[in-house]
């Protein structure tokens, strides 16, 4: 807590925001807060018999000065930091939050970079602009329209709360200079954010559409530097455009062109019995529509998740990753019979699945889906899935992708911290791999990209209209694979056997440490870089690349990002990080077995359970050398 010395200055800090504070809601809430604060601890200090406690009300006044003030200090400590992932951070007043008045100075600066990209530009700049449902985002939203209106940009803001996608498509599809998306993602419910997209006359080639990254991330927080107070920005009260529902359509109708349209195609999705949750975000409708049209008719929302719920009442944490956030559709999935589960998170951006897999019956916890089976295909496994569909590697099964490695190179992209299997699957096919950094800004940049992918449950199977993860368009796609799977006697997880028999059986896993300190990830991390771990799952460590140096630079590498690489002799590998949306470090781990192209359904069951006694003994080299 600051000192008695600097306490004026942060009241000093208060009272100015809140003289600047364009929204009276959150002006008196700091206010109140500041009220709290603001009563003497000094005084009731005085007021102490030397030697005897204070009297109850007394501590719990001074236990409330005490919080208040913790709380301002925090909020004052800096400003809500512009990056490649936008702005992200609780609903609240002051600078180091999400609030009008911090969203009004982020569109004041977005507006100043567009200016200067575009100087004297005939026509004027245009802005699309999207936000789901969660707290104030439409406030946010509209916000943004009438900076940039005032500022003599063409604003056009989408017609309700939409899935990201739909924005990232908008961008491209009307040719806009930037886009910009209110949404937090799959965050907690006091969380939003604000991501930002460059297209039109601001990114060239295959970068249009995408989000920001270096140095443009620099460049507009420079920009929002600048911005004195909000009461300086103009703000124009109309003038912009609300678009109609075509732009839905459109998008819409775009997603429909990687449908089979053929007669045999909509009999086998009509056969699938399909359960979708959207965890109480915005994708519900849109998806639920994209897969009616494509002959999807046995689709069922489960019904507490259905409608978008900005405070996500039916889960800790609405990302289908974590524990818990899918039980209420496997649940439904076992109660119906279901072949196949489909999750978004809550702006649609990433898509789970979730399959009934006779292996992964345990017979613990009876009556449960787990027990029966049920479980979600990691995202290395969906993308690799997805992968081999792209590279017409599924034997009896059609491709998505627009051309062959026939008629044109196929290039397949992933990130870092992804699984190598995607790469093998590429060479197999003679198609081109590329590696990225973490995130899709950099994997959607990869030139001629016809399919990437990133663990994290973002997938991009069509480029040429939203180059971005949808997660839409990805639950389309593994929709029609399972269902011509199915009409052939096969399954999702029957295509991922054959992978490891012509592959190897890559297996994928995660660790992660949450920080409430956020100064203890650097130092995790430099804990790590001084003192990596000798063995992974009782393999030598061979490598150890300290990825801030960059990657690979013979090949033309990698740029420098935080993170360790570590490569044992029996292939296995973890990459740690800090997450970039989170406050988490986070260890990506990765087992390779061989099993032979011949191998048997009680080999394969026998190699993966080999596989996940491995991963469990590098979760504990790892969790051992991050002191966890």
């Not at 180091?96 to 969203?103: D, E, I």
């Not at 044992?568 to 061989?594: F, H, N, Q």
Request: with cysteine.
């Amino acid at each position: 807590m600051a000192t008695a010395d600097a306490w004026p200055q942060v009241q000093d800090r208060v009272r100015a925001w809140i003289a600047d504070d364009p929204d009276p809601t959150t002006a008196a809430e700091l206010a109140e807060l500041l009220a709290t604060a603001g009563a003497s601890l000094e005084e009731v200090e005085a007021g102490r018999v030397p030697g005897s406690d204070l009297p109850p009300e007394q501590e719990q006044l001074v236990s409330d000065v005490e919080r208040a003030r913790a709380e301002l200090e925090d909020r004052f400590a800096g400003t809500l930091q512009f990056g490649t992932a936008g702005l992200r951070g609780a609903i609240a007043s002051g600078p180091n939050r999400m609030n009008r008045a911090v969203v009004i100075r982020a569109a004041a600066g977005l507006a100043g970079y567009l200016r200067a990209q575009l100087p004297a530009a005939r026509p004027a700049p245009r802005v699309v602009i999207g936000y789901d449902a969660r707290h104030r985002s439409a406030d946010f939203a509209r916000d943004t329209a009438a900076v940039m209106t005032a500022a003599g940009i063409e604003a056009l803001m989408l017609p309700a709360p939409l899935p990201t996608p739909v924005l990232a498509f908008a961008v491209r599809h009307l040719g806009a200079d930037a886009g910009v998306m209110v949404t937090a993602s799959h965050n907690p419910p006091q969380d939003n954010g604000y991501k930002v997209y460059l297209g039109g006359r601001v990114a060239a080639g295959g970068a249009q559409g995408s989000q920001i990254v270096p140095p443009a991330d620099a460049e507009i927080a420079a920009e929002i530097a600048r911005v004195e107070s909000v009461a300086s920005v103009p703000r124009a009260d109309s003038g912009w455009t609300v678009l109609g529902p075509e732009v839905l359509d459109e998008y819409v109708a775009a997603v429909l062109t990687l449908a089979d349209p053929s007669e045999l195609a909509r009999v086998q999705a009509s056969d699938l019995r399909v359960v979708l949750t959207p965890l109480h975000g915005v994708g519900g409708a849109v998806a639920h529509r994209v897969l009616a049209a494509a002959g999807f008719s046995d689709v069922t929302l489960v019904p507490e998740q259905a409608d978008p719920d900005p405070d996500f009442p039916t889960v800790a944490f609405p990302n289908p990753e974590e524990a818990g956030a899918m039980d209420y559709a496997l649940g439904l999935a076992q109660d119906r019979d279901a072949d196949l589960v489909l999750a978004l998170d809550p702006d649609a951006d990433r898509c789970a699945v979730a399959v009934d897999d006779p292996a992964s019956r345990t017979y613990r916890g009876p009556g449960t889906a787990a027990a029966d089976g049920w479980r979600m295909l990691r995202g290395d496994e969906v993308g690799a899935l997805l992968g081999a569909l792209a590279a017409g590697a599924i034997d009896g099964v059609g491709t998505f992708v627009a051309g062959t490695p026939d008629d044109r190179e196929l290039v397949f992209a992933n990130s870092i911290v992804s699984s190598r299997l995607l790469a093998e699957i590429a060479q197999a096919a003679g198609a081109r791999h590329e590696e990225t950094l973490t995130g899709f800004k950099w994997i959607s940049r990869v030139d001629g990209l016809a399919y990437g992918y990133e663990e994290a449950l973002g997938y991009c199977v069509d480029p040429a209209h939203v180059r971005d993860k949808d997660g839409i368009s990805a639950a389309l796609v593994i929709a029609q694979l399972a269902a011509t799977l199915k009409a052939n006697g096969r399954t999702l997880v029957g295509v991922l056997d054959d992978l490891a028999r012509d592959h190897g059986l890559y297996v994928t896993d995660q660790l992660s440490a949450r920080f409430t300190d956020l100064a203890q990830i650097p130092a995790t991390m430099a804990r790590l870089r001084d003192n990596p771990p000798a063995t992974l799952g009782g393999s030598p460590v061979t490598k150890v690349v300290d990825l801030e140096a960059g990657t690979d630079a013979e090949r033309g590498g990698l740029p420098p990002t935080v993170g360790l690489r570590l490569l044992a002799e029996d292939g296995t590998r973890a990459i740690v990080r800090p997450s970039g949306t989170e406050p988490k470090v986070k260890c990506y781990l990765e087992v390779i077995v061989e099993v032979g192209e011949h191998a048997s359904e009680a080999k394969m069951m026998s190699a993966r359970q080999h596989a996940r006694d491995r991963l469990d003994a590098v979760r504990r080299d790892l969790e051992a050398a991050l002191g966890l």
